[in-house]
């Protein structure tokens, strides 16, 4: 009777390494194709000569120049710039100890590495609005740098289109708190005839320098910024896309114990809404976006949410930090 003998199979060690090797070269071939695609997109968009004046070129990046060439969205260089740039203030705030976003209508002129206080002398610094009273009376800082302005309240009051976030940490500096990074983000419409017509975006993130052994003043360590088209094709008049626009930049949800306070006016109360630790909302341009057109909002006006349901349509950039992240 025939009898048939099955040996087990398997793969050599030779072809083993041959598999192996075919793997390094097939995926060493998609990485580069991959790269060579990413570094290509930038070609997709055109660039904008924005006039941004020597004023801002001096304040935003310490140059003399009076204008700044930016790709218009949508823009996938300046999209890895903003991931990037993302990773880095996850982890400036992660590390932090108190975060304070500060609306301003005008340039951010102070950025300070250090800010002096004193627990014994100075009240606590558990707001916003509280860290904006401390820095103008003991830091000299302007009252109109920083606006007293709180969440939009639908009172017919514009809302700021710029904003600096001061991210603040443990510090080495008896009598003072450490800032360890200052975030500006500007927003700027350009509508004059003889200006490229669309809304100029930036992020920037301000700190010390690797050089730095003493308190100084923040440096430019870097950001993104893109150039958004108007959302009209081809407009005849600026009305035509007065609607577009990047507001609110950051919401602010206070604890909802704050209610006892009875602050006017009364819509201020709708944003106290934090069990226990209060956060914000921060939202910033995307320059996959391809403009900052008007999105459905369909929230009554005492719904929270319609402040800044907009934002949702605008941008895949979106945070949500706690103001007091060591507490």
Not at 52 to 70: E, I, K, P, V
Not at 72 to 79: H, I, N, S, V
Not at 223 to 249: H, I, R
Not at 253 to 260: C, K, P, S, V
Request: net charge neutral; proline share 8%; with cysteine.
């Amino acid at each position: 009777m025939n009898r048939r003998v099955h040996q087990p199979g398997g793969f050599t060690s030779v072809e083993l390494l041959l598999v192996l090797a075919l793997s390094a070269v097939v995926i060493g071939g998609a990485v580069v194709s991959y790269g060579t695609i990413v570094r290509s997109q930038p070609s997709v968009s055109s660039i904008v000569t924005v006039p941004l004046g020597t004023a801002r070129m001096q304040n935003f990046y310490g140059l003399s120049s009076a204008t700044l060439n930016t790709a218009m969205a949508p823009q996938y260089g300046a999209l890895s710039q903003a991931e990037e740039l993302r990773e880095q203030f996850v982890t400036d705030t992660l590390s932090a100890t108190t975060v304070f976003c500060l609306p301003r209508d005008g340039m951010n002129t102070w950025r300070p590495s250090i800010i002096a206080y004193n627990p014994a002398l100075h009240e606590e610094l558990d707001t916003p609005q509280k860290f904006r009273v401390h820095i103008i009376t003991n830091a000299s800082v302007p009252d109109t740098l920083y606006r007293d302005y709180r969440n939009p309240l639908n009172d017919g009051t514009a809302v700021p289109q710029n904003a600096s976030i001061f991210v603040l940490g443990y510090s080495k500096y008896a009598g003072y708190l450490k800032v360890n990074a200052i975030y500006d983000i500007d927003i700027i419409r350009f509508t004059g005839t003889t200006e490229p017509n669309g809304t100029f975006a930036s992020v920037k993130r301000y700190a010390d320098s690797a050089t730095s052994t003493t308190p100084s003043t923040l440096s430019y360590m870097g950001g993104y910024e893109v150039f958004f088209s108007p959302s009209v094709p081809n407009p005849t008049n600026t009305t035509q896309w007065a609607s577009d626009g990047f507001t609110p930049l950051f919401i602010t949800f206070e604890r909802a114990t704050r209610l006892a306070l009875r602050e006017t006016p009364a819509t201020i109360e709708r944003f106290k809404r934090a069990s226990e630790r209060p956060f914000y909302f921060i939202w910033w341009p995307d320059p996959a976006a391809r403009h900052l057109g008007p999105v459905a909002n369909t929230f009554a006006t005492s719904d929270p949410r319609q402040a800044y349901n907009q934002m949702a349509g605008r941008t895949a950039f979106m945070f949500t930090v706690p103001m007091f992240p060591a507490l």
